[in-house]
């Protein structure tokens, strides 16, 4: 088992910058690619950006391509997220999430274990 806390949610105005931090304990860290999914009220939880087991390969999606960078540290067992350009369309729970599987993946549904979530709200 793999356990993930979040922590660097908070309150911010359009324009301006957090960084997110998802610390893992339990099984090797770099034996799962990791992901961050958002969820706002009333919506579906969504896709953020993920990173492979080795940091070498990321994916994003579209609505944080240019502003969000994700990032790990397999020595320290910790993934962050850095958010820039912030938008109130931003305003969401973010989760961390591991995933054992080889390949990196989109939809919540591949990944095994999730963080409780840190908010995040913009404001306009």
């Known amino acids: 088992q793999v356990q993930l806390v979040e922590s660097g949610g908070g309150l911010v105005q359009a324009g301006g910058s957090l960084r997110l931090s998802c610390a893992a304990s339990g099984r090797p860290f770099s034996a799962y690619n990791m992901g961050w999914f958002r969820q706002a009220p009333g919506k579906e939880r969504e896709f953020v950006a993920a990173v492979n087991w080795a940091g070498s390969g990321k994916d994003y999606a579209n609505s944080v391509k240019g502003r969000f960078t994700i990032s790990r540290d397999n020595a320290k067992n910790t993934v962050s997220l850095q958010m820039n350009s912030l938008k109130p369309e931003d305003t969401a729970v973010y989760y961390c999430?591991?995933?054992?599987?080889?390949?990196?993946?989109?939809?919540?549904?591949?990944?095994?274990?999730w963080g409780q979530g840190t908010q995040v709200t913009v404001s306009s």
């Open positions: 999430a591991a995933d054992r599987d080889l390949l990196l993946h989109s939809t919540p549904d591949r990944y095994d274990y």
